[in-house]
């Protein structure tokens, strides 16, 4: 192992033509405490007992060793004491160096021969991050596919990964939306995510891709129109240009199921997703993680790509509703839909769910008592407007702003029913936000087949401060399962609150750290199969139900 380094170094000074007196080596130097307690991982506020993981994976299983060195060394570690891995080809390896590749000295990998549970990071570099880790189902956590050493670095980027399964633990999925690293290309960034842009390579860029941070593209909001224009990134010549846009959880099962998204992409085609315009406008309506990728072909006919993450951020609490059968619950074809509602109770709010007898309660805020605007409110509902102590917030990321601008708290964006917005919002998932809770505040998600004849799959995503941290049920289409898992026992309803109408207590989220973060515990039935969804198929619409918080 101690010879390769030295190896690379002399093909490399072989490949320079210009400058070479004394390069540094491309160094490896022994990884720091960052290989097993990286202290910049945010973790899924769900606890999870970590005492069960952190000495060993819960089974032991080869899969979880350190894949062997690249390099036939037959050793387990490389000559710095670094446990050998995939990343230890060193850049540029059998390529033309130039020296600026040189000059960099690339980050450690910090991989080492185990995977640590729960961190999000991929730490034995194996490809994927937690594996074999359990986890409560629904949780969402950020996770990263570069090395320990290299997260965030360069083009790479976290993605999210969702707890999936049923019963009392799970398993991770694949960290999605990650920007992976990848082969070093010449563009001005660094695809490899070792620290070092474009090294290995002797070229000029045609255009520049965007790394971690970069001002190019900031976070958005959502209702906001985000603008980012192709000469920014490539400002030569192009014959064509093509963006596309790829949403979050409930905008991939839309599309998934409708082939619509609730994004809206100017000069979309075919497909909605896409655009072959030079600048890319596009409004978000949900919160989270979009991934965007560019593709130009320069006059020469050579192609220039880059994929990158555009954060849209909105304030607070968010809980969103999307589900497999969305859209006109009233057709009778096979694109029948269903009408599903989400609900929302407020803290220190322990009431009966949806309106009562008398319309006053204002426990639960629903598609009956919760637009922003009080024009779009039937008038018995108006006086059960939840009024849970919470200032307006003027300027706020709502689809409807009151006169002024106003958006109030708690409020529901949207009632995709079908009939109430038939542009557009029948398959615009149900969004209710609480723009600046109260730390400690806690809020308890419930949803409830109003109406339909088909049966359906909900999922309930939950953003606290602009960032996804869980995703609840889901639906299987087409082989793919989108969301932790789909509902058990959650039926199709006749309408109303009738004896066959399902409704589902989600989850309790507390906020705290002014919004921007929150534990989240799942709901589940107090008897019978463990961790299984509190389903209910009757009338009782009392505050616990038969749930308890898992
Ligand atoms: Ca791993
Ligand atoms: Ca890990
Ligand atoms: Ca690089
Ligand atoms: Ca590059």
């Given amino acids: 192992m101690r010879t390769r380094p030295l190896l ?5 000074l072989a490949a320079c033509s210009v400058g070479n007196s004394s390069p540094p080596l491309p160094s490896d130097p022994v990884d720091g405490a960052a290989d097993t307690s990286p202290s910049d991982v945010s973790r899924a506020d769900i606890a999870v007992d970590r005492t069960v993981d952190t000495d060993a994976p819960p089974t032991p299983d080869a899969s979880l060793d350190a894949p062997s ?83 965030a670095v360069g083009t790479c980027a976290d993605g999210n990964q969702t707890c999936t399964g049923v019963g009392e633990f799970g398993t991770w999925s694949a960290c999605a939306g990650a920007i992976s690293p990848s082969a070093e290309r010449c563009d001005g960034a660094d695809n490899d995510c070792d620290g070092c842009a474009d090294n290995g390579l002797c070229c000029r860029p045609a255009g520049t891709c965007p ?9 958005g909001r959502p209702f906001a129109t985000y603008t980012l224009r192709g000469s920014t990134f490539f400002p030569g010549a192009a014959r064509a240009w093509r963006w596309r846009v790829v949403g979050g959880p409930c905008d991939q099962l839309v599309y998934a199921t409708r082939s619509r998204v609730s994004y809206r992409v100017e000069g979309a085609g075919a ?24 593709t130009v072909t320069a006059a020469d006919g050579s192609t220039f790509e880059c994929t990158f993450v555009v954060s849209i951020r909105a304030p607070g609490l968010r809980v969103e509703l999307c589900w497999d059968r969305t859209g006109n619950p009233r ?23 949806g309106f009562p007898p008398g319309f006053e309660d204002d426990h639960t805020c ?6 922003n605007r009080d024009a779009d409110i ?56 609480v723009d600046a809770p109260r730390d400690g505040d806690s809020f308890r998600i419930g949803v409830y087949y109003w109406r339909g004849a088909v ?56 906020l705290r750290a002014g919004g921007t973060a929150c534990d989240i515990a799942p709901l589940v039935l107090s008897a019978g199969t463990a961790g299984a969804p509190c389903v209910r198929t009757d009338t009782d619409r009392s505050y616990d139900g038969p749930c308890r918080r898992r």
């Fill in 8 to 12: 690379v170094a002399l093909v490399a």
């Fill in 69 to 151: 060195d690249t390099a036939s060394d037959g050793s387990a570690t490389d000559a710095a004491g670094d446990v050998n891995n995939r990343y230890d080809v060193v850049p540029g390896d059998g390529a033309p160096v130039c020296d600026a590749g040189m000059s960099c000295t690339p980050r450690p990998d910090g991989c080492g021969p185990r995977e640590v549970c729960n961190d999000g990071l991929d730490n034995n570099c194996d490809g994927r991050a937690d594996e074999g880790c359990p986890c409560i189902p629904g949780t969402v956590q950020r996770c990263s596919l570069a090395p320990p050493g290299r997260r």
């Fill in 211 to 219: 790394s971690a941070g970069d001002a190019r593209v900031p976070a």
């Fill in 271 to 294: 497909d909605p997703r896409e655009s072959s315009t030079e600048t890319l406008t596009f409004t978000p309506t949900l919160s989270g993680d979009y991934t965007v990728t560019l």
């Fill in 331 to 353: 057709a009778t074809d096979s694109t029948a839909g269903a009408d599903l509602d989400l609900w929302l109770q407020g803290p220190r709010v322990t009431g009966t769910w």
């Fill in 366 to 371: 629903g598609p009956y008592n919760c637009f």
């Fill in 378 to 433: 039937p008038s018995i509902f108006r006086a059960s407007r939840p009024d849970w102590g919470y200032a307006s917030t003027p300027g706020g990321a709502c689809r409807t702003p009151d006169t002024g601008g106003v958006c109030r708290n708690p409020r529901l964006d949207v009632d995709n029913n079908g009939v109430n917005d038939a542009a557009h919002s029948d398959v615009d998932p149900e969004n209710i936000n």
């Fill in 455 to 510: 049966a359906a799959q909900p999922m309930v995503n939950v953003y606290c401060g602009g960032a996804l941290r869980a995703t609840f049920g889901g639906a299987t289409v087409g082989g793919t399962l989108y969301g932790s898992a789909p509902v058990a026992g959650f039926t199709q309803g006749r309408g109303g609150f009738d004896t066959t109408s399902s409704f589902w207590r989600v989850a309790d989220v507390t």
